[in-house]
T-cell receptor
Framework: EPEVTQTPSHQVTQMGQEVILRCVPI?????FYWYRQILGQKVEFLVS????????KSEIFDDQFSVERPDGSNFTLKIRSTKLEDSAMYFC????????????FGPGTRLTVL | SQKIEQNSEALNIQEGKTATLTCNYT??????LQWYRQDPGRGPVFLLL?????KEKRKERLKVTFDTTLKQSLFHITASQPADSATYLC??????????????FGKGTHLIIQP
């Protein structure tokens, strides 16, 4: 069964450094998403991406964040200058827009900012 | 803004019994509601989706109901097993636009099935 994959599974970085989190969505899907989950809290929407541009973004997704689909398979989330409060699990999801379909989530990248 | 509440942080159920989880929402009219399962340190796994014009949906031992008047969904697991122990998340499309929207999640109910 096709699945969303994410790399790395765990990223440790120093405050102020840039990080890029990578995702490979399911191959025939058209919509892509990033969510985050701070430890012990709920899953929060960051951004959705369709047709090579951002469709929606939450207030969490400020100028420090950017997304890109650099080729036909990868979808990336860049955090330009990480802060301690960016420490969280980051989940990528994709959606095909087929009837009855839904968003499928990847296993996540645990980001630890020191 | 939309708010989702799930019935408790932890629910203990004896193996073989039916577990019932509640999701309430306010300030909102979603096009659909979804239930996901999340295990510790893992991503949410989709279980069931129910649309605003559907009252009930079933899949194997799972059943979801959706009452748009009460703004409530109930999620049932029948003949529960210890392997069903996990956190169950309720999610709504954020802008009533259907599947392409970002999802708003509840905090989840931690279900423990005791042998």
């Amino acid at each position: 069964e096709p699945e969303v994959t994410q790399t790395p599974s765990h990223q440790v970085t120093q405050m102020g450094q840039e990080v890029i989190l990578r995702c490979v969505p399911i191959s025939n899907h058209l919509y892509f998403y990033w969510y985050r989950q701070i430890l012990g809290q709920k899953v929060e929407f960051l951004v959705s991406f369709y047709n090579n541009e951002i469709s929606e973004k939450s207030e969490i997704f400020d100028d420090q964040f950017s997304v890109e689909r650099p080729d036909g398979s990868n979808f990336t989330l860049k955090i330009r200058s990480t802060k301690l409060e960016d420490s969280a699990m980051y989940f990528c999801a994709s959606y095909s827009a087929g009837v009855g379909d839904t968003q499928y989530f990847g296993p996540g990248t645990r980001l630890t900012v020191l | 803004s939309q708010k989702i509440e799930q019935n408790s942080e932890a629910l203990n159920i004896q193996e073989g019994k039916t577990a019932t989880l509640t999701c309430n929402y306010t300030n909102y009219s979603p096009a659909y509601l979804q239930w996901y399962r999340q295990d510790p340190g893992r991503g949410p796994v989709f279980l069931l989706l129910i649309r605003e014009n559907e009252k009930e949906k079933r899949k194997e031992r799972l059943k979801v109901t959706f009452d748009t008047t009460l703004k409530q969904s109930l999620f049932h697991i029948t003949a529960s097993q210890p392997a069903d122990s996990a956190t169950y998340l309720c999610a709504l499309d954020m802008y009533s636009g259907g599947g392409a929207d970002g999802l708003t999640f509840g905090k989840g109910t931690h279900l423990i099935i005791q042998p």
